[in-house]
């Protein structure tokens, strides 16, 4: 077993990433596609720190970026729940495949 | 060892390193490699801490049915022991003893993981917090940041037992209770953030160790922030004025409903865990920690915190409780507004001054 | 094997895990639950890479205001007896052949790419180092959230407050939630 | 820490002054609709338009007086950043006076509809003069988060929910995916500057002759989230139901002044940033245009609701302003900011038309169009303009825009794709030309005369004027935006 290196944090992220993306294609439920968009995040976050640690250490760059990506993700959770809130509000139901008043 | 005992009392610090440093000593003589040793020697001290949270506890709920009592013109708990001393062991046994039972109903795992991660949180939190000279678990560089970001999972442990307890009194009281608790952090970060920005720093002990004397204690720089602090830790640990999540009258007991045994005194046990961490934290922040004349600094600590707690007590058997509307708008009407302008006014005194 | 390779396999092995039972579980209360045992294990990863400040961070907004958030619109929307309902669309198959698909290439083109990092010892105290970052370097960033946070705020405050005419009731604390979780953010 | 630079303050701040000076007028707009008790239509929208006029001209006090960057090269007020400022500025301007009959139809939160519409308009000002990945990342965020709000601004309606919910989740994902190439750019450059980025591509590309793999994929991965928010086919799903569902004008406004701000951060991205590595997304881009230009095209022939058929209109239109990416010269750039003014006046023409439309009778849909010449002949004298526009029949601005994006592939080489883009136009002719048949040659009897408020007159003038000006007079402009161009390319 090498120590632990840039590429094994990539590859979690990498993994993350995709469990992220299968949630997103596969769930039902607006709130579940919501989760797995914030893993989409935070594999995303996981790759910026890992290659601020690993290729520039001196600077913190990657921890700044995660550091708003944080943030970023607050307020879109924020507003994503607000209006699944208020479809909840018109459907009685927050299946996405039901909402679908358009044709999707 | 008969001349080891004064010694410790005086000099904890010295004893709790001569431990440390002895178990050091064997784990690098079975062969273990520094990384190692830290980690069990961590853990170690863990336990210790968690041994420390349970005598306080039981002390403490002692304390608050004495104090209640005396406010109340009673005697309160005075068979077992003395002045009822030992009444909290014989209830804990009770507890223990009594029977676990799960409604029919209730999503099992989360019902059964809600009060371990509520307790887990609160002794967490303990982790950090210096109780004497040299006398802290871990002293993290982020100390302060590491309790806030932690005492996040409590409600988190609410919300949980209120959902998966599966009545509505238990969910409305875990809704409550989690609206609560997070509006409340936030004026509680914010006071918080007042002392940080004097202190240039997050670790514990560096704040403590910047109150070397009286005059230097923050509360002197920190008015406004101390009370922010202290009103919205009250509401943090749900206690009186603030303790509508388990309104008895309204809620039957809010999440903690469905509960009994064991995992009933899980959240009993958190719940004043949390009231003495609060005042812990703020015998640090604003009271210069165990800094003191004369007295073992982990005696000035105990003898601060304790204080704390007595006025919290205080307050919890003299005043009635808020309604729902009083206590959301209190916090974002008047808490947070005030919070504000002491981190304004702290950074123009800091401009000016400084 | 040292103790920061175990504690990266630990927690690599319980963000996967939680991850996976985020994205199946039935109950979607329990996909939230585990969401946040992988966002804390996300924060854990952030302590191996030396950068507790964030980690700290993503406790605290992730945990302490995302999740939450996350739990209070999963109960006022969803009840306990939903949990056996279908939970997934009929997309499973192509969702399982694009998520693997994706993986197989992404950490194949990793394998293939060398990226250059360096031996340099990370920089200290990078949570003072990111305070003054915020304040000079990425000073405009930093005001753009903020006008980030404050539209958030309005928008969520728009979208869930009842309309005073609207006759649906749903309960009483949904309109102020995302505020406070917005402040939470500034936090 | 060094000590605190005044001079240097002062000049960081004038650079981005139009932002400010939205962004304090945004906030006052808000105040001014929670003080009085039921807020006029009149006065927010108002004063929402003397503010956006105000940025206007500061915009262009500040790229005449100040050009530069600041913060540290993070933020430029080049030549490129005027043009395109002007553009988001004038969309953003149409969609405030075509939004008053709208707003006053709103029961509640008049104001803080014209808020959202400032605040998002001050990321698109951002995100357009951005030249650092963070930076740009977090103006994108902040431009759609006020259009997710504004998309399900309809609370009675559940199509505007739907369209809400449809645009924030996609809206989300694409965010993700776009952070997630971002993260990996900087992990194989080392830097989030795109000035820097273009350089490390280069020494990556010099040191081992071709570009790693995961550059590649981080390329897709930024690629893709550009084209979600662009709406550029395969990733336009979401196009369709959000422009359907959301309230017209701020389907006009996402379609107009969102995709302006997007192309000019795809062009600093693209043209600047990853120049270097153009071998890897040309082909790309390529493919993805004509994907565009059919699919957008195609779709669009079989819709029944007008907002949606120009919805796919829009996607096809994206997939012609790419056509100008492949060329990734002078010219090239050129073009895309040409036919991004002239898709500006004539789509935003387009939808003002149907906003007037719909006002009076309620309806979206293509065959209630019927015979409009002889309800309103100004109208539909108006619409048909700017299909044709659309279309790219001469004189309008979108004949030349179209001129010039085939003019800049064919130089380049992509002769295939010219064709492709001419004979999907054909299939554009067919279906604006039978809208244009419904509303002169009406099959049976048609129904009362349609009048438009003076408001929607206004904008409506004011987007011919653009789409025959540009249409006739394009020499100075043009002249113009190569300037522009050619700064950018150069790195000025």
């Known amino acids: 077993m090498p120590s632990i290196g840039l590429h094994h944090y990539l590859a979690l992220s990498a993994v993350v990433f995709c469990i992220g993306i299968y949630g997103m294609l596969t769930r039902r439920n607006a709130i579940g596609v919501l989760m797995s968009v914030e893993l989409m995040f935070n594999a995303a976050n996981i790759a910026l720190v890992a290659f601020g640690r690993f290729v520039t250490p001196q600077l913190v760059t990657g921890q700044v970026v995660a550091a708003f990506t944080i943030a970023v993700a607050a307020a879109e959770a924020t507003v994503a729940l607000a209006i699944v809130l208020l479809i909840y509000q018109h459907h009685r139901g927050i299946d996405v495949d039901r909402i679908n008043i358009m044709k999707w | 060892m008969t001349a080891l005992i004064p010694q410790s009392i005086l000099e904890l610090d010295k004893l709790v390193r001569t431990i440390a440093d002895a178990i050091a000593a064997v784990l690098q003589g079975i062969g273990l490699g520094p990384a190692w040793v830290t980690l069990i020697q961590l853990s170690i001290a863990c336990l210790v801490v968690i041994a420390f949270a349970a005598v306080v506890v039981l002390f403490l709920v002692w304390w608050e049915r004495k104090i209640s009592a005396h406010i109340q013109m009673r005697l309160g708990p005075m068979r077992v022991g003395w002045h009822g001393a030992l009444q909290t062991i014989a209830d804990a046994v009770k507890l223990l003893q009594k029977e676990d039972i799960t409604p029919t109903n209730v999503d099992r795992p989360i019902y059964f993981w809600a009060p371990i991660l509520t307790f887990v949180a609160a002794v967490a939190v303990y982790v950090t917090i210096p109780f004497g000279k040299g006398l802290i678990v871990s002293d993290l560089n982020i100390g302060i940041l590491y309790i806030l970001s932690i005492t996040t999972f409590t409600v988190i442990g609410l919300l949980m037992a209120g959902w998966s307890s599966n009545n509505k009194y238990a969910l409305l ?154 206590l959301m708008g209190f916090a974002w009407r008047f808490l947070l507004p005030a919070a504000f302008v002491n981190l304004i006014l702290t950074g123009l005194l800091i401009a000016v001054f400084l | 094997m040292d103790p920061i390779t175990l504690a990266f396999l630990a927690l690599a092995f319980l963000i996967i895990v939680a991850s996976l039972f985020v994205v199946s579980s039935r109950n979607i209360f329990h996909s939230a639950i585990f969401l946040i045992l992988a966002l804390f294990g996300v924060a854990g990863i952030f302590v191996l890479l030396e950068a507790p400040f964030l980690a700290a961070a993503q406790v605290l907004i992730y945990v302490g205001a995302i999740s939450i958030l996350m739990i209070f619109a999963v109960m006022l929307t969803a009840r306990i007896a939903d949990g056996q309902l279908r939970y997934t669309n009929e997309q499973v198959p192509t969702g399982l052949l694009v998520s693997l698909g994706l993986l197989v290439v992404m950490l194949y083109s990793l394998w293939q790419t060398p990226i250059p990092t360096s031996a340099a010892a990370p920089v200290s105290g990078a949570g003072r180092k990111l305070g003054e970052l915020f304040l000079t370097q990425y000073v405009l960033p930093f005001e753009i959230i903020s006008v980030l946070l404050l539209t958030a705020l309005i928008g969520a405050l728009v979208i869930a407050k009842k309309d005073p005419r609207a006759a649906s009731a749903a309960d009483d604390s949904a309109a102020d939630v995302p505020a406070r979780e917005r402040e939470r953010a500034v936090v | 820490m060094s000590a605190f630079d005044l001079t240097k303050f002062y000049a960081d701040w004038q650079i981005i002054l139009p932002e400010c000076f939205l962004f304090v007028w945004a906030l006052f707009v808000l105040t001014l609709a929670t003080l009085g008790k039921k807020d006029e239509p009149g006065r927010s929208g108002t004063f929402a338009l003397w503010t956006i006029l105000g940025a206007l001209i500061t915009a262009v006090w500040v790229g005449v007086t100040a050009d530069g960057a600041a913060f540290g090269g993070t933020f430029v007020f080049d030549r490129l950043a005027v043009v395109f400022k002007e553009v988001v500025l004038g969309g953003v301007i149409l969609t405030a006076i075509s939004s008053i009959g709208t707003v006053g139809r709103l029961e509640v939160h008049r104001g803080e509809y014209y808020g959202l519409i400032l605040l998002s308009a001050v990321g698109m000002l951002l995100m357009v003069s951005a030249t650092e990945l963070l930076t740009l990342y977090i103006a994108i965020e902040l431009s759609t988060m006020g259009l997710y709000v504004l998309a399900a601004y309809h609370k009675g309606s559940r199509r505007s929910a739907e369209a809400g919910l449809k645009y924030v989740i996609l809206g989300g994902i694409s965010s993700a995916i776009l952070l ?248 554009a002719l067919y279906y604006y030309a039978t809208v244009i048949r419904k509303m002169y040659f009406p099959s049976g009897e048609t129904a009362s005369t349609i009048t438009v408020s003076k408001s929607l007159t206004l904008a409506l003038v004011i987007s011919t004027i653009g789409v025959l000006f540009f249409g006739v007079f394009p020499g100075p402009f043009v002249g113009w935006i190569q300037n522009a161009a050619q700064m950018l390319l150069a790195g000025k």
């Not at chain 2, 009186?240 to 045994?261: I, K, N, Q, W």
């Not at chain 4, 995709?259 to 790309?284: D, H, I, P, Y």
């Open chain 4, 180 to 427: 997630y190439g971002v993260a990996w750019l900087y992990g194989l450059t080392g830097t989030t500057n795109l000035a820097a980025i273009k350089d490390a591509v280069m020494n990556i590309y010099m040191s081992t002759g071709g570009f790693p793999p995961a550059m590649t994929l981080a390329l897709i991965f930024v690629l893709a989230g550009f084209g979600f928010k662009l709406a550029l086919a395969p990733f336009h799903m979401w196009a369709p139901d959000v422009y359907e569902g959301a309230p017209t004008p701020i389907t006009a406004f996402l379609s107009v002044a969102s995709k302006a701000a997007a192309l000019a951060a795809f062009l600093r991205v693209f043209f600047v940033g990853l120049e270097s590595a153009a071998m890897a997304w040309t082909q790309m881009i390529a493919a993805l245009a004509a994907l565009g230009m059919i699919v957008g095209n195609v779709t669009a022939i079989v819709q029944t609701n007008i907002k949606r058929m120009l919805a796919y209109s829009s996607v096809a239109q994206i997939g012609y302003i790419l056509v100008g990416a492949v060329a990734r010269d002078t010219w090239g750039a050129t073009a895309i900011s040409f036919y991004t003014m002239a898709y500006l006046f004539a789509n935003m023409g387009a939808f003002i038309c149907v906003i007037a439309f719909s006002e009076r009778t309620g309806s979206d849909e293509i065959a209630d169009y019927n015979g409009l010449a002889a309800r309103s002949p100004v109208l539909a004298a108006f619409f048909a303009l700017f299909l044709l526009s659309l279309t790219g029949i001469p004189p309008t601005a979108g004949f030349l825009a179209k001129y010039y994006v085939f003019l800049a592939a064919v130089n380049a080489g992509y002769l295939w794709l010219v064709i492709v883009g001419l004979l999907t136009s054909v299939i």
């Open chain 2, 173 to 326: 009281g875990g809704f409550r209770s989690a609206a609560q608790v997070i509006s409340y952090e936030v004026p509680m970060a914010l006071a918080i953030m007042g002392v940080v920005m004097f202190t240039q720093t997050l670790s514990m002990v560096e704040i403590v160790n910047q109150q070397q004397s009286f005059t230097h204690w923050y509360i002197w720089r920190q008015p406004i922030g101390f009370v922010v602090y202290m009103i919205a830790a009250t509401a943090e640990c749900n206690r009186t004025p603030f303790d509508l999540p388990e309104a008895d009258s309204e809620l039957v007991a809010g999440f903690v409903t469905e509960y009994s045994g064991m995992k009933f005194a899980m959240f009993f046990l958190a719940e004043f865990l949390n009231l003495f961490s609060i005042s812990a934290i703020a015998t640090t922040l604003f009271f210069g920690g165990w800094q003191g004349p004369f007295l073992p600094s982990w005696m000035w600590f105990m003898i601060k915190t304790l204080i704390g707690v007595f006025v919290l007590m205080w307050v919890r058997w003299t005043y009635p409780r808020l309604r729902v509307d009083q």
